[in-house]
């Protein structure tokens, strides 16, 4: 008799409708997810393995016939939750351990592309080989043939440190030293009364000395500050820039400051 009752429960059980089944799943909640593109895919974390979890069951019970159609045996401890994922974390332009992104400098904004040494065409009746100053745009050209010059990006003097006039280069040095001009202790007595050649240098990779006068076309250790009215006279180039114009031009070369 006990084997009669025990089958026809199991046969009743077989018999459920679809919309009552106990062992119905949840849908993957990672199918309804809006879609996103691969960048951001790559930037968001990684989701979290999907959890499927049986619908509420009702109460049969227990013992053997609870196990028989809750899928568990008597007494079994609940399945534990996984555990959360890690936090995900992301390379940044300012950490110094990425290498994907380079930062010119973190505290200067970039210098405007129209700065960049470029051929351009330029209508002058100076003779190729001249350099020309463009001091309120910011610009130097050396003058080619045809009607081109090379045009390269400038730092100028301050409002009440510029000038114009014609000189001619009268000296040229790689790396110079640095002495600032007794005007300008004057100014700044704090600055120091020396100070030699190289990287840290304010004259920069090159300096072309400008007649008699403590003017110069040099290099720059600011970069940043292409473009600007900064200097206390001088005309300042990146030092790339300013190689590259050294090698070009020799003593002698008129130079005209507008």
């Known amino acids: 008799m006990w084997r009669i009752c025990v089958c026809a429960l199991f046969v009743s059980a077989l018999c459920l409708p679809a919309f009552a089944d106990p062992l119905s799943i949840t849908p993957d909640a990672a199918s309804t997810a809006p879609w996103q593109s691969p960048l951001e895919q790559a930037a968001a974390p990684a989701p979290a393995a999907p959890v499927r979890v049986a619908a509420a069951q009702p109460n049969l019970g227990g013992g053997f016939i609870q196990f028989l159609f809750g899928g568990a045996a008597p007494g079994a401890p609940a399945a534990a939750e996984p555990a959360a994922p890690a936090p995900q974390t992301m390379a940044l332009a300012s950490d110094p351990n990425s290498t994907s992104v380079e930062v010119d400098d973190g505290e200067h904004p970039p210098v405007d592309a129209k700065f960049d040494r470029q051929e351009v065409a330029y209508g002058t009746t100076e003779a ?20 081109k010059a090379l045009r390269y990006g400038i730092g100028v003097g301050r409002p009440g440190f510029t000038w114009a006039g014609v000189k001619t280069i009268t000296a040229k040095a790689e790396w110079p030293d640095w002495r600032p001009p007794e005007a300008m202790l004057k100014r700044q007595p704090q600055l120091p009364r020396f100070m030699a050649g190289g990287e840290e240098n304010p004259l920069g990779a090159r300096a072309m000395y400008l007649g008699s006068t403590d003017y110069r076309i040099h290099g720059s250790n600011e970069p940043w500050t292409i473009g600007q009215n900064v200097s206390s006279g001088c005309i300042r180039l990146r030092n790339a820039d300013v190689i590259d114009l050294y090698g070009r031009v020799k003593v002698g070369t008129k130079v005209v400051v507008m």
């Open 128 to 147: 190729p080989g001249t350099v020309v100053i463009d001091t309120p745009h910011k610009f130097l050209y050396l003058v080619e043939a045809n009607g």
